[in-house]
């Protein structure tokens, strides 16, 4: 998907409005501190229900994570496993480095499980997506590198 496409739609569970940022203090001498409630009404510009993920996203992306992330760690866990069960009663000898890196490749792959389970989940409550979620990673990762440059943007 092109990047002119990802800034014309916002996410499933995203406000419709911005949050305005606070005005930049500038070095004059010490202003009065405002009240405290007209600092709540300042910064609280959306509920906790329009900020939050909605439960069905949430759950979906929970599955995903176990799932993408669950079986290579418990594939990590079994290989530890089975070469010292290979090294104790049988006389198959492995390699210490044979059994780090394979330990290290499949712990390696539950990490980016994480990424990758939150991300090819379905963000939008109403559609489930795909079983492996290719094409909502795509866009999900789309999304997330848009927000990235327009924070970027907005900093400069």
Request: with cysteine; net charge positive.
């Amino acid at each position: 998907m092109p990047a002119e496409e990802f800034e014309r739609t916002r996410l499933p569970f995203e406000p419709k409005t911005k949050r305005q940022k606070p005005a930049k203090a500038k070095s004059n001498p010490p202003v009065k501190s405002p009240e405290p409630e007209q600092l709540e009404k300042q910064q609280l510009t959306f509920t906790k229900e329009e900020m939050a993920i909605p439960q069905v996203v949430s759950q979906r992306m929970i599955r995903r994570v176990a799932a993408f992330c669950g079986i290579p760690t418990a594939l990590g866990i079994s290989a530890l496993v089975v070469s010292y069960l290979l090294a104790t009663y049988s006389d198959i000898k492995l390699a210490p480095i044979a059994v780090l890196l394979v330990n290290m490749g499949l712990f390696g792959l539950g990490v980016l499980g994480i990424t990758y389970g939150v991300l090819s989940a379905s963000w939008d409550e109403d559609r489930v997506g795909s079983l492996l979620g290719f094409g909502e990673f795509s866009t999900n990762w789309g999304r997330m590198v848009d927000g990235w440059r327009e924070t970027r943007q907005n900093k400069a």
